[in-house]
């Protein structure tokens, strides 16, 4: 059991998670507010030897450094890699202190999402008809940049609605080739698609200047990856053409610091993460909780 258990900012835990987090500290401490600096960070951790942190905080070296009561650090949110982590990993080992994360528990609503964002692209519900007539998801070429579990769900849920997926990932899937899904070199299935989907780790980007120009116009290019997956310069110059489409939820998705790519005609962006549901924070409050159980047993 923690002797204090500390969310440092807005952790998203539903209220029965909130409730079991009890039975694993003998103190609880949950901060409702994002913490503006690291010296309130450290104001907030104290003493603790457990904490609980989100996406929005990074738990630094000199953090740590700070509170030497640190045990263990859950976070509640994606942990792809240690590299694009917002807490430092590889110092924490070196001091002792478990970091847990977790992932896959937005997925279903980032499938929802690309297929209500086609289907209204494609037969011009609420917005232009991108080609002259309207278009079905059947036939339609489909290209996924990463297949892991959503873009793996993402292809699934085309290829069902008969559309004809192509994929690259860094590693070949041979029960999505079973399923008639193509691998194709990064280039050429840009080259080949009519709608391309980036589906990337955060902070990975493989879309540059010569991507954009194998991927041409009068093309769709919808990102569902935590963080943009294109060079913001090439992008922008991709979207100099009228023709062309850009899709996301989140402005970070976009990638643009200056936020004038949001303002153009052709970017269409949700202004919301389409994978924070209901569902998913549930998902997401057993997740941090099986981390902690986890970490108590093995401790």
């Given at each position: 059991?923690?002797?204090?258990?500390?969310?440092?900012?807005?952790?998203?835990?539903?209220?029965?998670?909130?409730?079991?987090?009890?039975?694993?500290?003998?103190?609880?401490q949950?901060?409702?507010?994002?913490?503006?600096?690291d010296?309130?960070?450290?104001?907030?951790?104290?003493?603790?030897?457990?904490?609980?942190?989100?996406?929005?905080?990074?738990?630094?070296?000199?953090?740590?450094?700070?509170?030497?009561?640190?045990?263990?650090?859950?976070?509640?949110?994606?942990?792809?890699?240690?590299?694009?982590?917002?807490?430092?990993?590889?110092?924490?080992?070196?001091?002792?202190?478990?970091?847990?994360?977790?992932?896959?528990?937005?997925?279903?609503?980032?499938?929802e999402?690309?297929?209500?964002?086609?289907?209204?692209?494609?037969?011009?519900?609420?917005?232009?008809?991108?080609?002259?007539?309207?278009?079905?998801?059947?036939?339609?070429?489909?290209?996924?940049?990463?297949l892991?579990?959503?873009?793996?769900?993402?292809?699934?849920?085309?290829?069902?609605?008969?559309?004809?997926?192509?994929?690259?990932?860094?590693?070949?899937?041979?029960?999505?080739?079973?399923?008639?899904?193509?691998?194709?070199?990064?280039?050429?299935?840009?080259?080949?698609?009519?709608?391309?989907?980036?589906?990337?780790?955060?902070?990975?980007?493989?879309?540059h200047?010569?991507?954009?120009?194998?991927?041409?116009?009068?093309?769709?290019?919808?990102?569902?990856?935590?963080?943009?997956?294109?060079?913001?310069?090439?992008?922008?110059?991709?979207?100099?053409?009228?023709?062309?489409?850009?899709?996301?939820d989140?402005?970070?998705?976009?990638?643009?610091?200056?936020?004038?790519?949001?303002?153009?005609?052709?970017?269409?962006?949700?202004?919301?993460?389409?994978?924070?549901?209901?569902?998913?924070?549930?998902?997401?409050?057993?997740?941090?909780?099986?981390?902690?159980?986890?970490?108590?047993?093995?401790?």
């Amino acid at each position: 059991m923690f002797e204090k258990l500390v969310a440092i900012e807005p952790v998203s835990l539903v209220p029965f998670a909130q409730n079991e987090l009890r039975k694993y500290a003998k103190e609880v401490q949950l901060f409702e507010d994002i913490p503006e600096n690291d010296e309130e960070i450290v104001q907030r951790i104290g003493n603790a030897d457990g904490v609980l942190v989100s996406y929005t905080s990074q738990i630094t070296r000199s953090i740590m450094e700070q509170c030497p009561k640190i045990q263990y650090i859950g976070m509640c949110c994606s942990l792809y890699s240690e590299a694009s982590a917002n807490v430092d990993i590889a110092f924490a080992r070196k001091k002792g202190i478990k970091v847990l994360g977790i992932r896959d528990y937005g997925d279903r609503g980032v499938v929802e999402y690309v297929l209500y964002q086609l289907v209204r692209i494609l037969h011009g519900f609420d917005f232009p008809m991108w080609q002259e007539e309207a278009l079905e998801l059947t036939g339609l070429k489909v290209g996924i940049v990463g297949l892991g579990v959503s873009g793996g769900m993402i292809a699934d849920a085309l290829a069902m609605m008969g559309a004809k997926v192509a994929y690259y990932s860094r590693t070949r899937k041979p029960d999505k080739e079973k399923a008639g899904m193509a691998y194709l070199p990064l280039n050429q299935l840009l080259a080949e698609s009519q709608v391309v989907i980036t589906c990337l780790n955060k902070n990975v980007i493989l879309l540059h200047d010569e991507q954009f120009q194998y991927l041409g116009n009068k093309k769709i290019l919808m990102n569902t990856s935590i963080g943009t997956a294109s060079d913001t310069d090439a992008l922008a110059a991709w979207l100099e053409s009228e023709e062309n489409l850009y899709c996301c939820d989140t402005k970070a998705a976009i990638g643009d610091p200056t936020g004038r790519l949001i303002q153009k005609d052709n970017v269409i962006c949700m202004g919301a993460s389409v994978g924070r549901t209901k569902q998913a924070f549930e998902l997401l409050s057993r997740k941090v909780l099986d981390n902690i159980r986890l970490f108590l047993e093995e401790s």
